[in-house]
T-cell receptor, first 115, second 114 residues
C-alpha cells in the first residue's frame, strides 16, 4: 500500500528565511510524487511534480523539491519565504498521471510566516 | 491551463435532505475523476474513483448508498450526499485527470448540515 508521511504538522519561519518541508513516502514501484498548496477554504494548487529524470524539480512560486530514492524522501524547499506562502502544504504519491491511479496524501504541514 | 469547476462552493442544508455537488472539467476531457473529503485541519481522504460511463469505485468504509457518484460524461461528475446528517458536514474536493493535464483539483465545496 502506498503512504506518505509529513513529520511536521506545523512550521513557523520568518519572512525571508529558508524553508524545508519534509516528506517521506512508501510505494512499491516507481513513485510519482507531488507537492500541493492549499489556502483556507480553497482547493489544491500544484507546486511541482516528479515522475522521472532530474531528481531536483523546480516548481512555481520559487519552490523546488529533491527526490532521494535511497531515503524515500521528496522534501520541498524554498530559499526565501514570503508572507504569502503561509498555507497548508500537502505531499502526495501516486502511480502515474492521467490514469486511474489514485493519489495518497500526507497529513499536511501548516506553514506560518512571521514578519 | 486545465481548469476544474466545482459547484457550489458552499451549501447549507437541513438534516435529512440531499445535496448534489458538481465537478466539471472545463477545457479537457477527464478520463477519471476522484472525490475527496477533508475534515478541518486534516488531510484529503479519497472517497471514490469514477470513470465515465461506469460505476464508481468506493474506498473502504465509504457508504455507497449515502454518497452517490455519477460520471455521466467525460467532463462532468456529480456527488450526491443523500439524507445528509450533521456528521456529513465537511469539505469535499473533486479531482479530474487526463493524460494531457494530469491531476487538476476543483476549489472544493463546504457542506454544512444543520
Amino acid at each position: 500500500a502506498q503512504s506518505v508521511t509529513q513529520p511536521d504538522i506545523h512550521i513557523t519561519v520568518s519572512e525571508g528565511a529558508s524553508l524545508e518541508l519534509r516528506c517521506n513516502y512508501s510505494y512499491g514501484a516507481t513513485p510519482y510524487l507531488f507537492w500541493y498548496v492549499q489556502s483556507p477554504g480553497q482547493g489544491l494548487q500544484l507546486l511541482l511534480k516528479y515522475f522521472s529524470g532530474d531528481t531536483l524539480v523546480q516548481g512555481i512560486k520559487g519552490f523546488e523539491a529533491e527526490f532521494k530514492r535511497s531515503q524515500s524522501s521528496f522534501n520541498l524547499r524554498k530559499p526565501s519565504v514570503h508572507w504569502s506562502d503561509a498555507a497548508e502544504y500537502f505531499c502526495a504519491v501516486g502511480g502515474g498521471t492521467g490514469t486511474a491511479s489514485k493519489l495518497t496524501f500526507g497529513t499536511g504541514t501548516r506553514l506560518q510566516v512571521t514578519l | 491551463g486545465a481548469v476544474v469547476s466545482q459547484h457550489p462552493s458552499w451549501v447549507i442544508c437541513k438534516s435529512g435532505t440531499s445535496v448534489k455537488i458538481e465537478c466539471r472539467s472545463l477545457d479537457f476531457q477527464a478520463t477519471t475523476m476522484f472525490w475527496y473529503r477533508q475534515f478541518p485541519k486534516q488531510s484529503l481522504m479519497l472517497m471514490a474513483t469514477s470513470n465515465e460511463g461506469s460505476k464508481a469505485t468506493y474506498e473502504q468504509g465509504v457508504e455507497k448508498d449515502k454518497f452517490l457518484i455519477n460520471h455521466a460524461s467525460l467532463t462532468l461528475s456529480t456527488l450526491t450526499v443523500t439524507s445528509a446528517h450533521p456528521e456529513d458536514s465537511s469539505f469535499y474536493i473533486c479531482s479530474a485527470t487526463s493524460y494531457r493535464t494530469g491531476y487538476t483539483f476543483g476549489s472544493g465545496t463546504r457542506l454544512t448540515v444543520v
